[in-house]
């Protein structure tokens, strides 16, 4: 499949990757895996949605395009350290934390806007396995946080 074909189809653009905030690196390969840190929802205009998703917080809907738009930082951060996200054979695992209020229990919900756009983008090499859970606080109060595993081409 060609994926930068794909993107276009859909009318997506890859963002540049954010920078780590702290001391670790955004993506370590090991082998045919690439393991992704966590990563948040960045807008094209460079500012993060933030908030509690829930009563009173963040719609559902807000914190779905969260999750997508976290979707796309990891994808551009795929393609930054292969330089070719066709090399991409499967998404084995993602990670997706919701910075949710209490009683709030939609999470997997909120995780399906990146899974959503990874099956969009990968066909069925991006859907893999999943959690979706939520967490009292994530950094720098962003609405999700995602981290992934995948399986690639050497």
Do not use: H
């Amino acid at each position: 499949m060609d994926v930068d074909a794909r993107l276009r189809d859909l009318g997506l653009e890859l963002p540049t990757p954010m920078g780590p905030g702290g001391n670790y690196l955004p993506v370590m390969a090991a082998g045919d895996l690439l393991f992704l840190s966590g990563m948040g929802p960045v807008r094209p205009d460079g500012t993060l949605i933030t908030g509690k998703v829930g009563d009173g917080g963040l719609d559902l809907e807000t914190a779905r395009e969260a999750a997508r738009l976290t979707g796309l930082q990891l994808l551009a951060a795929v393609r930054a350290e292969l330089g070719d996200l066709g090399r991409v054979r499967q998404v084995v695992k993602l990670f997706g934390m919701v910075n949710c209020r209490p009683g709030f229990n939609r999470t997997p919900a909120v995780i399906d806007g990146c899974s959503d756009l990874f099956v969009d983008v990968l066909g069925d090499a991006g859907r893999g396995a999943r959690s979706a859970v939520g967490m009292a606080e994530l950094p720098f109060d962003i609405a999700v946080e995602i981290e992934a595993v995948v399986r690639i081409t050497t």
